[in-house]
């Protein structure tokens, strides 16, 4: 692994980067290593980026940014033999966290010199790519003001969320996934490969990210006295022991709004209006991701 791509979003987490790119061609030159890089604009960047990848094919491409960036780097290096490395540079870096890569960017760029390579399912949620967590509901409603709003970072988020939360009015959903079915009104409904928001928040803990399977993690209307205990199992990885949340697992589904023709959504971070029914499904290990040695539970 020589030629390295380091795809950097120079917004992401309002972390000022200017001397970034300087630093990691340094520690790569010293290591062998040849560093390239290719900025974000937030305007066509897949695209770029595979045109780029085409031109000048890297043997590993890290993204330098938060969970947006490292999807968009997942979606152009899925199914190639290209491997993700993260240097988590972002808001929340939920991807990152699940997988025990250091939150400390400098000690993260260790991933270019010691390494291991694991194979992680992602997901097709209505025919869009995400690999870390999807969802719909409230959550979705909170990171689409965030993304319209000026300023980041998990303040903002909070401040968002809890504006919205007084007049929040939960959708009626019907899912059917290739084991049982499901029906009612939901919060949020979150389609998990991964385990870990970019909050903390375990919305699925203990499922591993090469199980070949997702999971739809259901919180249900709760009344306002049972939000702190809900708050507190969620931060504890303490999901399934609420009265207001249900876990499906499974390898397909297709999930129905009632009385509405799209759905707001975000992906992997990223806002975005669905058509309903919206049918979601796995891709088993299709995406390889540097991890550190230590913590690969599956490697190559
Ligand atoms: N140069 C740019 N100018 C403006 N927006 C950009 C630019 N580059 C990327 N973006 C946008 O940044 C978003 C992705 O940000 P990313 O998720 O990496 O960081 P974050 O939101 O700070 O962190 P996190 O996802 O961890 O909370 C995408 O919506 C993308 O369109």
Redesign the pocket.
């Known amino acids: 692994m020589r030629r390295l791509l380091f795809v950097l979003?120079?917004?992401?987490?309002?972390i000022d980067k200017a001397r970034l790119a300087t630093a990691i061609s340094a520690y790569c030159a010293a290591r062998g290593r040849v560093a390239a890089f290719f900025?974000?604009?937030?305007?066509q960047?897949l695209a770029r980026l595979r045109t780029h990848l085409a031109a000048c094919p890297p043997d590993a491409v890290f993204?330098a940014?938060?969970?947006?960036?490292?999807?968009?780097v997942a979606e152009a290096v899925e199914g190639t033999a290209v491997p993700l490395g993260i240097l988590?540079?972002?808001?929340?870096?939920?991807l990152a966290k699940d997988l025990g890569i250091p939150l400390d960017p400098q000690e993260a760029l260790h991933l270019v010199w010691q390494h291991r390579v694991r194979s992680l399912d992602t997901l097709r949620v209505g025919g869009k790519f995400a690999t870390h967590l999807a969802d719909m509901g409230f959550n979705a409603l909170v990171v689409s003001k965030f993304?319209e709003g000026k300023v980041?970072?998990p303040a903002a988020y909070v401040r968002i969320a809890t504006q919205e939360y007084a007049a929040y009015e939960p959708a009626t959903y019907y899912i059917e996934t290739d084991r049982e079915t499901w029906q009612g009104p939901a919060f949020m409904l979150t389609m998990a490969n991964a385990n870990t928001f970019?909050s903390n928040v375990v919305i699925n803990p203990g499922s591993p990210l090469d199980d070949g399977q997702f999971e739809i993690c259901l919180i249900t209307p709760f009344p306002n006295s049972a939000a702190p205990a809900l708050l507190y199992r969620l931060y504890t990885s303490g999901f399934d022991a609420s009265e207001y949340t249900r876990r499906l697992h499974c390898h397909r589904a297709r999930i129905t709004v009632s009385g509405a023709a799209r759905v707001l959504a975000q992906l992997?971070?990223?806002p975005c209006y669905l058509p309903t029914p919206v049918e979601v499904e796995i891709r088993p290990r299709s995406l390889r991701v540097l991890v550190p040695a230590a913590t690969a539970e599956t490697t190559e």
Do not use: F, Q
Not at 39 to 43: I, K, N, R, Y
Not at 65 to 72: E, H, K, R, Y
């Open positions: 979003n120079p917004i992401s987490g309002d900025a974000t604009t937030g305007d960047d993204a940014g938060g969970d947006g960036t490292v999807s968009l988590p540079l972002g808001s929340g870096n939920g993304d980041r970072g970019g992997d971070g990223e």
